[in-house]
């Protein structure tokens, strides 16, 4: 197997407090020399001068490649070409080219309907500038009429230029499994890395579930909701659910894996030793 490929997202941090929390995420996370960071765009109202704003200093505090999010809802060709430039300028060279949905107040989609329409206009008007990752959902992304649909859409948009997939998480190894095989009966061959979220907070993770459809098994739930206002035992259970999956997810042949941070290093480099993952080592050398 190729080497496998382990990221960190982030979002654009609000404030003094939030960018002096991002600022030493980001040092205790670059220790482990991931192959990418990536930082969102639209979260919590963030803005993409906010994204490019953070992708700039992380590059210039780690060394390491950074990837944008870019969405395309609500936008011109012109303006995403200027921003394609902006980004091209500050020598940013990977993206993570998806959607979007329409924020409060939003009414026109804009002159791009889907991701794959993004794709192929970064692909016509850069060509090989960028490297593209897209988005996809293992339980299904919430809009989409059948898992067949879904498929089909998910294969239009890796067709028209992806150079690899990014999915958003799950806590159900087979439905991974499941997306991978069925990306690979159609001819799809980039990789597929599982995005995983770390279990630190139940009513925020109840919370992004529902809005982006990712399931909470059951039995988490249940767990999660029997402990309370117990914090330490949720991290504590969050962290074997988590480390279980994420292990589960390698022994399937996973080429990597994409940590959803939230800006946070704790949690992420104690998954990281329990697995063991590369230059584990250095964490205990930096401690
Ligand atoms: C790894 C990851 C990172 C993310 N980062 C961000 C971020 O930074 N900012 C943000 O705002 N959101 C982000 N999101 C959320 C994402 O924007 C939403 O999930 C959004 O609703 C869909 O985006 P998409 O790129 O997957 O859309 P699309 O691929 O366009 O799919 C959206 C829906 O339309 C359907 N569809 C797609 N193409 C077609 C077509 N040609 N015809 C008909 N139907 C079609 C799909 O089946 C799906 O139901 C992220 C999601 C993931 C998984």
Redesign the pocket.
């Known amino acids: 197997m190729t080497e496998r490929t382990y990221s960190f997202e982030f979002f654009p941090p609000k404030g003094d407090k939030g960018a002096a929390l991002l600022s030493k995420a980001r040092k205790q996370l670059a220790a482990v020399n991931p192959a990418f960071f990536s930082v969102?765009?639209?979260?919590g109202g963030s803005t993409q001068e906010g994204t490019l704003e953070t992708c700039v200093e992380t590059r210039d505090a780690t060394s390491l490649p950074v990837a944008a999010?870019i969405?395309c809802i609500g936008s011109t060709r012109e303006g995403i070409a200027a921003l394609l430039e902006q980004y091209q300028q500050q020598g940013i060279d990977r993206l993570?080219?998806?959607?979007?949905?329409l924020l409060p107040g939003m009414t026109d989609p804009g002159e791009f309907?889907?991701?794959?329409e993004l794709v192929t206009f970064i692909r016509e008007t850069t060509g090989d500038a960028f490297h593209i990752e897209?988005?996809?959902?293992p339980e299904y992304?919430p809009?989409?009429p059948t898992p067949e649909?879904?498929l089909n859409?998910?294969v239009?948009?890796v067709e028209a230029g992806a150079d690899a997939v990014?999915?958003?998480y799950f806590y159900n190894v087979q439905s991974y499994v499941d997306l991978v095989e069925r990306l690979r009966a159609r001819g799809i061959k980039q990789p597929v890395v599982p995005?995983v979220m770390p279990i630190t907070n139940r009513d925020q993770l109840l919370r992004f579930s529902d809005r982006?459809g990712a399931e909470i098994p059951r039995w988490i739930r249940r767990r999660l909701e029997s402990y309370g206002d117990d914090t330490d035992s949720i991290r504590a259970f969050g962290h074997d659910v988590v480390a279980k999956l994420s292990q589960d997810l390698l022994a399937a042949d996973a080429p990597g894996l994409?940590f959803y941070t939230l800006n946070r290093a704790e949690p992420v480099l104690a998954l990281w030793q329990a697995l063991d993952l590369p230059n584990a080592a250095e964490l205990d050398n930096a401690a």
Request: proline share 0%; net charge neutral.
């Open positions: 969102t765009f639209g979260a999010h969405s993570v080219a998806l959607r979007g949905d309907r889907y991701a794959n897209v988005a996809a959902y992304h809009e989409a649909d879904d859409n998910l239009r948009k990014m999915t958003q995005g982006c994409h």
